[in-house]
């Protein structure tokens, strides 16, 4: 696992105006500068991930990054299988681990 080094993590925000008068500030919205190998990066991990959808390499719990799932989905599918269960009388149970905590320890 690789970490995103945090100097390309800066973004330059700038105001476009979108349409009509120079002075009215809700006529611009903001327009996002990366640098230019935060581009790179991001491309590369795009494909990555397309290849893996395609190929049916991703399990269907992982929501992040990809079309039509949303964090709304990561909640809402353990919630149903708990109410299913639930209601068919059955016993559920679940193992949270908080990975980032864990990354923390780690670093030297």
Do not use: C
Not at 15 to 29: E, I, V
Not at 67 to 82: F, K
Request: positive net charge.
């Amino acid at each position: 696992m690789g970490i995103f080094p945090e100097r390309f993590n800066y973004v330059i925000v700038k105001p476009l105006n979108k349409k009509g008068d120079n002075s009215n500030m809700a006529n611009y919205g903001p327009i996002s500068l990366l640098k230019i190998l935060s581009k790179v990066v991001e491309a590369t991990m795009y494909h990555r991930l397309h290849h893996l959808q395609v190929n049916n390499k991703l399990v269907a719990e992982k929501y992040g990054f990809r079309r039509g799932l949303s964090t709304e989905n990561a909640v809402y599918t353990p919630i149903d299988n708990i109410l299913k269960a639930w209601n068919s009388k059955f016993h559920k149970g679940g193992i949270f681990y908080d990975l980032a905590k864990t990354v923390k320890i780690m670093r030297f």
